[in-house]
């Protein structure tokens, strides 16, 4: 869609979609190619459930109000019925684009009618597309009109032939008839003719690439007056093929200097001269990561760190090797890595891997896991036990011989099983107090990160990496703003999770706060209630939805929320404080734009 839309000079979209998990994927990817190809995504909104009257109406005029090239519509479709009526409602007709959810049309006469006019992504040639058809497809139909009397030219016939076809080669070329035998019979189909798709489709596997179909298996077509029409193929090209020659006499490519010019995350100078703030992002590790990551990296963010609540989020490391994987260059930290939950020999083993995978790109962070091991149940370990922990990891990374548990240990790892050492890869602390403050200075640690602006004596250390949370608030926007309430929900909760701990009568006296107690008391018995963590830092649970309702607008007074300029303005007291990096946490549906708004404040 975004090569699409470059290419007919699009260049300011407005983007609509669910805002279901299921969805994420398409607007990270969306997102991720929307930058690639020079497009500025001016708005965008996620339905979270059905729609409520008039809501569709109120977004919609809030994109006609920003005066987009097209309006873009990204999800797996339960709500695009709504659109057409609503646009008309509205008076307005925009060029209008979706993903594959355009298929709807073929559920119903009324939902092919509601979608009348829109432009999206289709797999077959019907015999009314007046273009070079796939010989294939067209062969199939005539051999299925012959046997059984009518000719059914839909995407879904075409795709579960074809697949009906792949899996017979499997059987045939399969050594033995279980599982992995038939994967390898699977991957000796190599370029094996497909009926799904325009004349130049195939279908291919090898290790590791099930996934099948290469060639010209999209393409775009538009549903007019109750039929597709076949609009172009989609056949991409690096934006950078069309470079132009600058003044100077050199070449502009993807994401120069083009008219188009790539979001890049801006530095804020420390106006007292010691350096600069750089912006990273953090994450919990999720299905959707790996998307967000190459995102973040095409957008000029220096790191992402991940969390390390094994409760509550996939493996951190074997998460960072996803995103070790499928970046570049972009830095990765895992913070904070809780030290009680691994022998200092697996974090050391682990910390070797990700050096392997990305050298010089990792930063750990090791602390005491107050959400970590607070969502397991227990009180997060003596910062004593934790400087012990830092200096044994320490020790392996450096080849040394160190006692653990009572006995000698050190890494016997080979030279095909880990670099060789020393391994000089960074390990800092993340205090929050006087005490962690002290250790972190006492074991002489290179950087720290840290949930709120220290108090505490930080010469000592080179880096210091400040945590934030919040959202940029878009024009217009209040606490009544549905995507405002969805970006800060997740924190509001997790706030609660925190305090309903540490000091209970607080709770009682914040807004929504008794309430919420008596029902968490009520669901959950003492010794459970530290499961009340679901959803800490990513999501609202039904527990914690009326925490959100009641917070009104002290909504906006959640860590650094509102407009560009107060952002920056947190940024620049930052780097006064002597802030190093900021940490930006963003939550809510749209992950994505929200990394894109927070990057583009200059």
């Known amino acids: 869609m975004a090569a699409y839309l470059a290419e007919r000079g699009h260049r300011r979209v407005v983007v609509m979609g669910e805002g279901t998990p299921g969805d994420a994927e398409y607007r990270a990817f969306f997102t991720a190619q929307a930058a690639l190809y020079g497009l500025e995504i001016a708005d965008s909104y996620y339905f979270s459930a059905k729609p409520a009257d008039g809501e569709v109406d109120q977004v919609l005029i809030r994109f006609r109000d920003v005066d987009p090239d097209a309006l873009v519509y990204c999800g797996f479709g339960f709500h695009s019925r709504l659109l057409n009526p609503a646009l008309a409602r509205i008076g307005w007709q925009p060029e209008k684009i979706m993903n594959a959810a355009i298929m709807w049309a073929l559920a119903s006469p009324e939902w092919c009618a509601a979608l009348e006019g829109w432009v999206g992504i289709e797999q077959t040639n019907g015999d009314d597309d007046h273009v070079k058809k796939n010989p294939n497809w067209e062969s199939m139909l005539d051999r299925y009109q012959s046997r059984f009397g009518e000719r059914p030219d839909g995407t879904m016939t075409a795709l579960l032939y074809d697949q009906g076809r792949a899996a017979v080669e499997a059987v045939v070329n399969a050594t033995v008839l279980d599982g992995p035998g038939l994967a390898i019979g699977l991957e000796q189909i190599k370029t094996m003719p497909a009926t799904l798709g325009g ?21 775009m077509k538009q549903l007019r007056l109750g039929k597709f029409h076949f609009v172009s193929y989609h056949r991409p090209q690096w934006p950078s093929n069309h470079r132009s020659t600058d003044p100077g006499g050199g070449t502009a490519g993807a994401g120069e200097q083009t008219g188009t010019a790539k979001s890049r995350v801006s530095l804020v100078v420390n106006p007292e001269g010691n350096g600069v703030v750089s912006c990273s992002c953090v994450f919990p590790p999720s299905t959707n990561l790996v998307a967000y990551a190459q995102a973040a990296e095409r957008l000029g963010y220096r790191r992402i760190w991940l969390y390390d609540s094994p409760a509550l989020y996939g493996d951190v490391w074997i998460a960072l090797a996803r995103i070790a994987a499928a970046t570049e260059k972009i830095g990765l930290g895992v913070g904070v890595a809780v030290a009680s939950l691994r022998h200092p020999m697996v974090t050391a083993s682990a910390i070797a891997t990700i050096e392997e995978l990305a050298p010089g790109r990792l930063v750990t962070a090791l602390g005491t896991g107050y959400t970590g091991r607070e969502s397991m149940g227990q009180r997060p370990m003596r910062w004593q036990d934790l400087a012990t922990y830092i200096d044994q990891v320490r020790g392996l990374l450096l080849g040394d011989e160190v006692i653990i548990d009572g006995a000698p240990a050190k890494m016997l790892h080979g030279a095909d099983y880990a670099p060789r050492r020393p391994i000089h890869s960074p390990v800092w602390a993340a205090p929050s107090g006087p005490k962690g403050f002290a250790t972190a200075r006492k074991l002489g640690v290179p950087g720290v990160i840290t949930p709120m602006p220290p108090t505490e004596d930080i010469d000592a250390f080179d880096d210091v990496a400040l945590l934030t949370f ?69 999501e609202v649970t039904e527990l914690d939805r009326p925490l959100v309702e009641a917070a009104g607008a002290e909504i906006l007074t959640i860590g650094w929320t509102g407009s560009a300029a107060a952002i920056r303005e947190h940024r620049e007291l930052a780097a006064s404080q002597g802030i190093t990096e900021v940490t930006y946490a963003p939550m809510g549906p749209d992950i994505p734009s929200e990394l894109r708004d927070f990057a583009t404040i200059e």
């Open 199 to 219: 004349p130049g489709t195939y279908i291919g596997f090898g290790p590791e690439d099930h996934r099948g179909y290469r060639g010209d298996f999209m393409f």
């Open 470 to 538: 919040g959202t940029v608030l878009r024009p217009g926007e209040d606490a009544d703003s549905v995507r405002v309430r969805q970006a800060l929900g997740p924190m509001i909760a997790t706030s609660f999770h925190g305090l309903i701990h540490a000091d209970p009568d607080f709770v009682d006296g914040l807004p929504g706060g008794r309430a919420w107690r008596l029902a968490l008391e009520r669901k959950w018995p003492a010794d459970r209630r530290h499961f009340a963590h679901t959803g800490h830092l990513c």
